[in-house]
Nanobody, 129 residues
Framework: QVQLVESGGGLVQAGGSLRLSCAASAASGGTFGLYAMGWFRQAPGKEREFVAVMSGSGGTTYYAGFAKGRFTISRDNTLNTVALQMNSLRPEDTAVYYC???????????????????WGQGTQVTVSS
């Protein structure tokens, strides 16, 4: 059983930055790099939406339109972690942010949610105006 734990959320003013981190449990063993890792978010009353995804090797990334140029996904396969650097935050970025493991090595922005097999508990990001 793989556990994903997000951290780094909080309250920030518009224009500010936050760095989210997601750590995979030791149960993932040495296989963390075999799986693409993604970030999603869900605002109150809205559906969960794709933010960014990075392939297992880190060589391929995809971003949602709202994230391009402001958010950066990265990973460290030696530490079993994936991060999301968020800059120029806007009030509309307020949401619970989740990391998730994709069941294959490469994912795209249209890869179905059902193919993400492990999810973290989420971390709240609140951007004040």
């Amino acid at each position: 059983q793989v556990q994903l734990v997000e951290s780094g959320g909080g309250l920030v003013q518009a224009g500010g930055s936050l760095r989210l981190s997601c750590a995979a449990s030791a149960a993932s063993g040495g296989t963390f790099g075999l799986y693409a890792m993604g970030w999603f978010r869900q605002a109150p009353g809205k559906e969960r939406e794709f933010v960014a995804v990075m392939s297992g090797s880190g060589g391929t990334t995809y971003y949602a339109g709202f994230a391009k140029g402001r958010f950066t996904i990265s990973r460290d396969n030696t530490l079993n972690t994936v991060a999301l650097q968020m800059n120029s935050l806007r009030p509309e970025d307020t949401a619970v942010y989740y990391c998730a493991r994709y069941r294959y090595t490469v994912a795209t922005m249209t890869s179905p949610l059902r193919d993400y097999d492990y999810w973290g508990q989420g971390t709240q990001v609140t951007v004040s105006s």
